[in-house]
């Protein structure tokens, strides 16, 4: 199947590419440099698009991998002083699983009706994107580098000079976060149809 990727396509998906890439990356002119490979890319390999998914999330896959990179030749190098700056870990979390890892009932997220049906409309994902950008910057991008770029917590470690025990603990109050800002949000009200 041919595509095309036309100046519109570009414009229209742009912002996206550059706004996550630069809360990975931390930095302007390497987030810019990643989207425009990720296009170059893109338009290079067209014929292997298979339509399998939207083309703009073969896009973002293409720059998910292009963020990965980078961040693993960083590795090889000095962190800078801005990325050194550390979240505290001393706060108590709430206990909200059991030791096996299940919800205790208190904790136990409210019911949705139907989440399959509400992952795939697009007013969930823009209402998602909405609370993941109310996250403090270090909670939205380690839980970013986790949960979509697919990091090794120990890549996340040495890329941001955390401990393990760090980043667990951000990405508990990422995860806790987004679920209160989507049961707020989202899921109290009835969700509309797509």
Known sequence: MQIVIDDTFVRAVRPDLVRFARLQLGNDDEAEDAVQE??????RNARAFRAEAALKTWLIAILKNKVADILRQRRRGPLPASQLEQEPA???LPDLFNRFGVWRNAARP????????????RQFLRMFDACLNCLPPQQGRVF???EVVELPVDDICDELGLSTANVYVILHRARLALR????KRWFSRKAPTP
Do not use: F, K, Q, T
């Not at 990720?38 to 338009?43: K, M, Q, S, V």
């Not at 019911?111 to 399959?116: A, F, T």
């Not at 209160?180 to 049961?183: L, T």
């Open 38 to 43: 990720a296009i170059a890319g893109a338009l």
């Open 90 to 92: 001393d706060e108590p």
């Open 110 to 121: 409210a019911s949705w009706e139907d989440p399959e049906a509400a992952i795939h409309s």
């Open 144 to 146: 970013l580098m986790r």
């Open 180 to 183: 209160d800002c989507m049961e």
